[in-house]
């Protein structure tokens, strides 16, 4: 791998099978959790060769200074198509090897190995909001966590709609039976979500251990329609928290996902009815999900610990990328896109049909809006809008009413979301 800087004579690698556990301190040091242990079993379902690398001390060559995982995943773009993704994850620089262009080599190594496989984007959870924006990645979506007091919200609405089906309990066995199919079902209706890899159904359900994931077996509820068919799951755990012989529980959702809003009513109805619980805590939430407006007063649905960015996106071969999602109307916008890797770098013609389907190509058109590839990312799945940005300095119009034109394309419904942490 190529070398640049302070940092050149620390070998940087792909690790082998062997070289995992070295390979996990190094992770543990990084993330400032030193006594987090091995991932055994775990970590070797997540092994692939040639895609964690390592860097390693050249006066100490058995020591792991810094990691870096990234494997393939399929990511939903508006319209219900999905995109191969390179997903990046388990970034660390041990703190006495930072600033020496250490994540510089590794990012930009994965980043030619993804384009080369057929990437056309790359995505990150970001732990600072600084670090990635310089490899071309921006924000395309949010996370948007509750703690809603039950008491004072008075739970659901009571016009809500209630028809067929029926929640009932499911046991962990159960629920890795029918929860990936149900999954990938689900996925597919929403712009934002990955797959979920067999071994984290294992770990959720505690039949694998993992590290750093203190697990305690949830309650797990399945509505089922009328016709018997899986379309909604929500896992949920309680807490035992008495005052002075009065019940103040907290009731924290880690998991809820419907395919439909009479799936999700269902089980928010459950959720909201569990005895002794004073406070419901969601932990991961789409930006627009309707659940503070189901609320007889919304005002009692504050934000969580959990609010932010959430999936951080890098276009790494535009024409694949944009070809894929659908648009909101027809038109036609010349983006002048900067890219200092370079995989993005160009002047871009996006061109819409009436049926919502769209192109990329290079042009020598006059551009209309220019941008560095991490907006171009921000944007891309409508999550985003370019006239805020433009607001904000980020995008720049060269053509009046460019940036309305680009709201108008991108736009979504609803703003992408991902429950799945990778």
């Known amino acids: ?35 987090l242990g091995e991932g055994g079993e775990f970590r070797r379902l997540q092994f692939e060769p040639n895609r964690l690398q390592g860097a390693f001390d050249p006066f100490d060559p058995d020591r792991c200074v810094a990691t870096f995982r990234s494997f393939d995943t399929e990511l939903t773009v508006p319209g219900g198509a999905t995109v191969r993704a390179d997903a990046v994850s388990a970034v660390t620089v041990t ?25 056309a984007v790359a995505i990150l959870l970001a732990a600072e909001y600084a670090i990635y924006g310089r490899f071309g990645f921006g924000p395309a979506s949010r ?33 890795r039976k029918i929860g990936p199919e149900f999954y990938d079902r689900w996925r597919l209706t929403q712009p934002g979500a990955i797959e979920r890899k067999p071994y984290r159904w294992k770990m959720y359900t505690g039949e694998l251990p993992a590290p750093g994931f203190d697990w305690k077996e949830p309650f797990a509820a399945v509505h089922r329609d009328g016709n018997g068919a899986v379309t909604g799951i929500a896992t949920y755990r309680v807490d035992d928290n008495w005052d002075g012989g009065l019940p103040k529980c907290t009731l924290t959702v880690d998991d809820f996902i419907a395919l439909d ?27 627009d999900d309707p659940l503070p407006l189901w609320l007889k007063d919304p005002r009692h649905a504050l934000p969580g610990e959990e609010y932010g960015d959430a999936t951080w996106l890098r276009v790494l071969d535009v ?30 013609a996006l061109t819409v049909a009436e049926d919502g389907t769209g192109r990329v190509e290079l042009t ?3 551009a209309e809006l220019a941008l560095d590839v991490a907006e171009l ?3 891309y799945l409508g999550s985003e809008s370019a006239s805020r940005r433009a607001l904000a300095g980020l995008v720049t119009e060269l053509r009046p009413g460019a940036a309305a034109k680009a709201d108008l394309l991108l736009r979504t419904p609803l703003r992408a979301w991902n429950p799945e942490p990778f």
């Open 95 to 119: 703190s006495t090897h930072t600033r020496r262009g250490l994540l510089s080599r590794m990012m930009a190594a994965d980043l030619a190995d993804a384009r080369a496989r057929g990437c």
């Open 261 to 287: 809003t009479t799936a999700a009513l269902a089980l928010w109805r459950l959720v909201f009815s569990v005895d002794w619980v004073r406070t419901v805590v969601v932990e991961n939430l789409g930006a």
């Open 377 to 379: 990312g921000a944007l």
């Open 319 to 348: 024409p694949a990328a944009f070809g894929a999602r659908t648009y909101a109307a027809p038109g036609r916008l010349v983006l002048e896109v900067t890219d200092r890797q370079g995989y993005a770098e160009g002047r871009w």
């Open 364 to 366: 020598d058109e006059p």
């Open 143 to 175: 996370i948007e966590g509750l703690r809603i007091d039950t008491s004072g919200s008075g739970g659901l609405r009571d016009d809500l709609p209630v028809t067929a089906g029926r929640v009932d309990f499911a046991s962990m066995e159960e629920l």
């Open 1 to 35: 791998m190529g070398n640049d800087g302070p940092g050149d004579q620390v070998e940087i690698r792909y690790i082998t099978e062997d070289e995992l556990p070295a390979w996990e301190r190094a992770l543990a040091r990084g993330f400032l959790r030193p006594h």
